[in-house]
Nanobody, 124 residues
Framework: QVQLVESGGGLVQAGDSLQLSCVAS????????VGWFRQAPGKEHEFVAV??????LYADSVKGRCTISRDNAKNTAHLRIDSVQPEDTAVYFC???????????????????WGQGTQGPVSP
């Protein structure tokens, strides 16, 4: 099982960029598809982006201003959202899925391990 720890986020002005990181330990990180989800108060987990051996997928809400990346040698994944908007405010989670199948990548229940979450952009 993979263990994940997110960091980053916090105070971000509207229009600026949000940068989050996820560090993995445990089972081989490269075996995992890595997804980012977010959860706003009172709402369900929302898919943001995923990266696997086949490429990257983004939610429509962030497409064009979001970049997901990973460095398997460092067991890390990153999420960057540019032009942050108030609706981007949420707790952000990274998750690992021991499958490279892109089908179902947007479904939280398909993931095998989760980080504890990190607060996304909060306007000062």
């Amino acid at each position: 099982q993979v263990q994940l720890v997110e960091s980053g986020g916090g105070l971000v002005q509207a229009g600026d960029s949000l940068q989050l990181s996820c560090v993995a330990s445990g089972r081989s990180f490269s075996d995992y598809q890595v997804g980012w989800f977010r959860q706003a108060p009172g709402k369900e987990h929302e898919f943001v982006a995923v990266i696997n051996r086949g490429g990257r997928l983004y939610a429509d809400s962030v497409k064009g201003r979001c970049t997901i990346s990973r460095d398997n040698a460092k067991n890390t994944a990153h999420l960057r959202i540019d032009s942050v908007q108030p609706e981007d405010t949420a707790v952000y989670f990274c998750a690992g899925r021991l499958s490279q199948d892109p089908l179902g990548a947007h479904e939280p229940d398909n993931y095998d391990g989760w980080g504890q979450g990190t607060q996304g952009p909060v306007s000062p």
